[in-house]
C-alpha cells in the first residue's frame, strides 16, 4: 500500500497549525480502478437501454405505420363493399320496376290477345262455311230442307261483317230467320233469337193484311247495306244456304 500525504495551507489571517490542515489521504489503486471500471459498466449499460428504447420506439412507429395502413385498406375496402352493394341493390330495384312495367305491358297485351282471340273464334265459327245458293225459288220451308239435304241450312246473319260479305257477294234468297212461333219475335233457325238485324226502311211490315213471317236478303249498293224484308213463308224464293266448310 503506497501513501499520499496532503497539506492544505490556509491564509494565514486564520491564526490556525499548518498541523491542523494536514490531513492524510490513503488511497487503494485496486479499489479506484473497480470503480472506474464499475461506471464504464454503468455507461455502456446506459447506452445499451438507450439504444434499445431508440429501437423499440421505431418498432412502434413501424407498427403503428402497419396498423393505420391497414385500418385505411380496410376502410377502402369496405367502402367500395358498400359502394358495390348500393349499386347493385339500385340496379335490382331499376330491373324489378321494368320487370313490373314489362310484366303489366304483357298482361295488357294478352288481355288485348284474349278479346280478339274471342273475335276471331267468334268470326271463325260464323264465317267457317260455304255459302251456296239453290237453283230454282220455293217456300221457306222446303228452301230450308233443300239446304238440309246438302248438309247445311238457311245462312244465319249474326253480325255486320257477315251481312256485308253476303251484300258484296249480290246474293237474294231465303234466310234463316222468321217470328212464325211468336209473332213479333224473330228467331234463327237455331233457336237464338236474333239481336242484331239489319232490316231495310220500314221493314218488317206484314204488308196489308197478309203475316209476313219469313225473311228475305235482297242485297243492293247502299252502304250500311239495310237488306232484309219479311215475306209470306209461302211466297217462292231462291236459298241461301250455308254449312261447315270441313263437310
Same mark, same amino acid.
Given at each position: 500500500m503506497s501513501v499520499h500525504v496532503s497539506k492544505i495551507n490556509t491564509s494565514k489571517d486564520m491564526n490556525m497549525d499548518d498541523n491542523t490542515y494536514s490531513k492524510l489521504i490513503f488511497s487503494n489503486p485496486r479499489t479506484t480502478t473497480g470503480a472506474l471500471q464499475s461506471g464504464a459498466e454503468q455507461g455502456e449499460g446506459f447506452r445499451r437501454y438507450r439504444r434499445a428504447a431508440v429501437c423499440l420506439g421505431l418498432l412502434g412507429l413501424v407498427l403503428l405505420g402497419? @396498423?393505420?395502413?391497414? =385500418? *385505411?385498406?380496410?376502410? %377502402?375496402e369496405r367502402d367500395q363493399i358498400l359502394n358495390r352493394y348500393t349499386g347493385l341493390a339500385e340496379d335490382l330495384l331499376?330491373?324489378?320496376?321494368?320487370?313490373?312495367?314489362?310484366?303489366?305491358?304483357?298482361?295488357?297485351?294478352?288481355?288485348?290477345?284474349?278479346?280478339?282471340?274471342?273475335?276471331?273464334?267468334?268470326?271463325?265459327?260464323?264465317?267457317? =262455311?260455304? *255459302?251456296?245458293?239453290? @237453283?230454282?225459288?220455293?217456300? /221457306?220451308?222446303?228452301?230450308?230442307?233443300? =239446304?238440309?239435304?246438302? $248438309?247445311?241450312?238457311?245462312?244465319? *246473319?249474326? +253480325?255486320?261483317?257477315?251481312? %256485308?260479305?253476303?251484300?258484296?257477294?249480290?246474293?237474294? $234468297? /231465303? *234466310? $234463316?230467320? +222468321?217470328?212464325?212461333?211468336?209473332?213479333?219475335?224473330?228467331t234463327w233457325v237455331d233457336t237464338t233469337t236474333a239481336n242484331q238485324t239489319f232490316w231495310d226502311e220500314g221493314q218488317p211490315d206484314n204488308w196489308g193484311s197478309v203475316d209476313e213471317d219469313c225473311a228475305v236478303f235482297h242485297s243492293k249498293d247502299d252502304d250500311p247495306p239495310l237488306t232484309w224484308h219479311d215475306h209470306k213463308c209461302s211466297s217462292k224464293h231462291l236459298a241461301i244456304c250455308e254449312k261447315s266448310a270441313f263437310q
Open positions: 402497419v @396498423a393505420a395502413g391497414l =385500418c *385505411i385498406k380496410y376502410r %377502402t331499376a330491373n324489378y320496376s321494368s320487370l313490373v312495367k314489362e310484366r303489366d305491358q304483357l298482361s295488357s297485351l294478352r288481355s288485348m290477345l284474349e278479346a280478339k282471340v274471342t273475335q276471331l273464334e267468334k268470326q271463325f265459327q260464323e264465317f267457317n =262455311c260455304r *255459302i251456296f245458293q239453290s @237453283a230454282t225459288e220455293d217456300t /221457306w220451308n222446303m228452301s230450308r230442307k233443300y =239446304c238440309r239435304e246438302k $248438309g247445311g241450312d238457311l245462312v244465319m *246473319i249474326k +253480325s255486320k261483317e257477315k251481312q %256485308t260479305v253476303l251484300n258484296e257477294m249480290r246474293l237474294n $234468297g /231465303w *234466310i $234463316g230467320l +222468321s217470328d212464325e212461333s211468336v209473332e213479333g219475335k224473330w
